[in-house]
């Protein structure tokens, strides 16, 4: 087991769970309209996903540049998918 983490194996797998993840709740969106858009689910997931790549990037003790540019991707998605949001609820009719 400690060698899934060591060799970052177990962060792959994460990953492909979060593209999985992905394509199932656009699916399930597509075919029932249930559920968020991919628009709401591409901010959150890719935010996700870059801190994944620098967890494993850090785990195998990759450079420590690949590390930064991967929370550096994740922290400008994440402000992007907030400031979206935010816009979005402006817009809406307040009850």
């Not at 994944?52 to 929370?71: I, T």
């Not at 922290?75 to 400031?83: P, Y």
């Amino acid at each position: 087991m400690s060698e899934l983490f060591a060799s970052g194996r177990i962060i792959d797998l994460i990953l492909v769970l979060i593209v999985v993840e992905g394509l199932v709740l656009a699916l399930v969106h597509r075919r029932t309209g249930r559920g968020l858009p991919p628009s709401d689910l591409i901010g959150f997931l890719l935010s996700g996903f870059l801190l994944m790549l620098a967890l494993r990037a850090a785990l195998v003790g990759a450079w420590w540049g690949w590390v930064s540019l991967a929370l550096t991707g994740a922290l400008v998605t994440h402000l992007a998918d907030l400031a979206w949001r935010w816009r979005r609820a402006g817009r809406r009719p307040s009850v």
